[in-house]
């Protein structure tokens, strides 16, 4: 039986291509862990996946990776889809295929498999990445090509003496690194919110709370002067903030496949971690270097939804998003509140708002009044000519 890589999530459809495909090929089936999974959970997805019949089952830890490839660029890029969204979901599926189709390279597969349908946009960044990295190895994707509904999926799974409970929950859940995904009858919908029910985190502290985060050069490197690795700070700001119930909203976008999509997301890390860096980068960077990094990092933020992260072009804007971390370093004072939280201010050895050249509105030092004037004067005359020349 010829080798086949499939990714594994545990879920119904992937469990119906499991099932399936172990009657014709030897799978071999792999998960990626982009956060969100405790090792219980992932203990739980490997009982399983032998249920279905396949041959091995390889969970990879991917979370360092996901932050160094990923989730660096876009904070330092503040990356927010439609002004909302920290492209949660999107992000983590770039890593994942690449993750699975080395696997699947490296135990020399003939195949791979995933549970998409033809509907979404996962099917775009699995098929782009897998044939870009290894053009050789074929894709399967048995509910996209059969076209198959969940009642299909179930009744196939039970007459292969899969017993398992597979009725679908009110709402799905996907959670990660970078935040977590809530779908559901709502937000199939343009004007019904989700209910407070929908959403994992509950509200479990009505107090303020203080917090300082540090960056160096862009990173989130502790949080209340104890330092961890970012990807450490980032889960263990989560913890804190989704108590408040921050970072709850939905949002509206465009999909790769030409529809509109309405998905609901909580992520009080990452929308925390943007709105502080990017407050710590209006102090510390040039008016040029936060204009022309606004496009550039809406131009990334695009580029990897719609699943060209192999680019080279991102790989340049990376460079550049780097680059204009040199001087973000130094602290961002928060205060968690429920449902949203205050930025108080920062303190920066980089802060480009220092006293001695001036007080904005209040106090010049650094210029005598007749240069204001002058200064003034040459500033407006490409106006002034061309109001005189045209009127």
């Known amino acids: 039986m010829k080798k086949l890589v499939i990714a594994y999530s545990g879920g119904l459809d992937t469990s119906y291509c499991a099932v399936s495909l172990s009657k014709t090929y030897e799978v071999h089936a792999v998960s990626v862990n982009t956060g969100g999974f405790t090792k219980e959970a992932i203990k739980k997805i490997e009982a399983n996946a032998y249920k279905m019949g396949v041959t091995t089952y390889k969970s990879i830890d991917a979370v360092a990776t996901f ?147 540090t960056f160096e050069k862009g990173e989130l490197v502790a949080i209340n002067g104890v330092e961890n690795n970012p990807e450490v700070n980032i889960e263990t700001l989560n913890t804190l903030a989704s108590a408040y119930a921050i970072g709850r909203d939905i949002h509206v976008g465009d999909t790769i496949v030409g529809i509109k999509g309405r998905v609901g997301f909580e992520a009080a890390a990452a929308l925390i971690t943007i709105k502080a860096h990017h407050l710590l980068e209006k102090h510390t960077l040039t008016k040029w270097q936060l204009q022309h990094k606004e496009y550039i990092a809406s131009f990334y933020g695009m580029h990897l939804h719609e699943g060209q992260y192999l680019d080279p072009v991102m790989r340049d804007m990376e460079a550049f998003l780097e680059s204009s971390q040199d001087k973000v370093s130094g602290d961002v004072f928060v205060t968690l509140k429920p449902y949203h939280f205050d930025l108080d201010g920062i303190s920066s050895e980089h802060d480009l708002m220092n006293a001695k050249f001036g007080s904005y509105g209040e106090e010049n030092k650094g210029w005598t009044a007749d240069e204001a004037k002058g200064f003034i004067k040459i500033l407006g005359n490409q106006n002034k000519i061309y109001q005189q020349v045209n009127s």
């Open 67 to 213: 932050y160094d490839k990923v989730v660096k660029y876009l904070i330092f890029g503040n990356v927010l889809k439609n002004n909302t969204y920290p492209l949660s979901v999107s992000a983590e599926r770039i890593i994942q295929a690449i993750e699975i189709i080395e696997y699947a390279k490296s135990i020399d597969a003939e195949y791979i498999a995933h549970g998409s349908t033809g509907a979404g946009n996962d099917q775009v960044r699995f098929d782009m990445i897998f044939q870009t990295l290894a053009p050789n190895i074929k894709i399967i994707t048995p509910i996209r090509d059969e076209q198959l509904t969940r009642q299909q999926e179930i009744d196939y799974l039970k007459e292969n003496g899969i017993e398992m409970s597979w009725e679908k929950a009110k709402y799905s859940i996907n959670k990660g690194l970078w935040g977590t995904s809530v779908g559901g009858a709502e937000t199939l919908t343009s004007d019904k919110p989700l209910p407070e029910s929908a959403y994992p985190s509950q509200i479990k502290h009505a107090e303020p709370e203080k917090v300082k985060l």
